[in-house]
Every structure is written in C-alpha cells, then in structure tokens.
C-alpha cells in the first residue's frame, strides 16, 4: 500500500495561478475615415453595447497574430495592424486582463457581423454618440481624438 503522504510532487495537481493573465487584444479598424463597431449580442455580457472588435489571446500567438484571427473571426476582414493606440489592466474575479488597443487598416469594408448583432462603420461625432461600456470610455475618447486629427 503507498503512503498517500510521500506523493512524489510531479504526480500532484498544480494549482491554477492565483490570477492567471488573460491577453486581449481589440482592433480599431480604420477605413474611408470611419471606425468599425459591433453591437453586443443578446445573451452576452452587456448585451446592447457597442465595442471594437477583438477578444482573447490564444497561448503562442503574438497581440499581431490574435487581432488578424479574431477580426477575421468576428468580420470577415483581413486587417493590417499598424500600431498600439491604448492599453489598460483589469483585474477580475477569474484573472488579470491586460488589454491593448490597435489602429488597424483595412483594404475592403466588407464586413460582416459573425459575431454581434450588427457592425456599423461610424465617424468620430458618431462615434461619441454610441452607448460603450464604462471601461471604454478612455478608449473611445482617444480613437475619437485620433480620427479627429485625421482630418486636419
């Protein structure tokens, strides 16, 4: 009979990290002087709110490589990201969510809303005007201050 106290430690369950990090990455897709957003699908978290595009990382996946997947994913466009515009940090219940934020290109605005309700492509006053989420209000005001400084 084995003495269940001398388990050898490479037999043991490891614990899940006290706050696992959970990568996010979402897409400013900028094209013809408009921004793509999303509206939230029923049956989700904050149903009926408008977002960008984007979602998780996948492990061994750059933020690059994660943001051409999931907005091919999510609108059927092949984007180009160019740079980060934005990041935050939140901290939940079920882990640490980094997020960063991509300005993106796009050849073609044919998208197609695979995973919302809708997807609209909305200039920067139009923009301002959509209900976003609390936690997006930072973002949406610095892409709104991007697209303006578009213009001049």
């Known amino acids: 009979m084995a003495n269940r106290d001398t388990q050898n ?21 900028y094209w013809e002087g408009k921004v793509l957003v999303g509206k939230r ?24 490589q994660a943001l051409i997947r999931e907005l091919a994913e ?17 901290l939940y ?7 960063t934020a991509w300005w993106c290109d796009c050849d073609i605005g044919d998208a197609k809303p695979l995973a919302t309700d809708q997807l609209a492509w909305v200039n920067a006053g139009q923009l301002a005007d959509l209900s976003f989420p609390p936690a997006n209000t ?3 005001a610095e892409v709104v201050r991007r697209m303006d400084g578009l213009k001049e």
């Not at 709110?49 to 996948?58: L, Q």
């Not at 609108?75 to 990201?81: A, C, D, I, N, S």
């Not at 219940?93 to 997020?99: A, D, K, L, Q, W």
């Open 9 to 29: 430690p490479s037999d043991t369950p490891s614990e899940p990290p006290a706050n696992p990090r959970i990568d996010v990455v979402i897409g400013i897709v």
């Open 41 to 64: 699908t029923h049956g989700k978290p904050l149903p009926g709110y408008w977002e960008f595009p984007g979602g998780k990382v996948d492990p061994n996946e750059s933020l690059e």
């Open 74 to 90: 999510e609108t059927g466009l092949t984007v180009r990201p160019s740079q980060p515009i934005w990041s935050a940090e939140h």
């Open 93 to 99: 219940s079920y882990g640490r969510v980094p997020i």
């Open 138 to 140: 930072d973002l949406v």
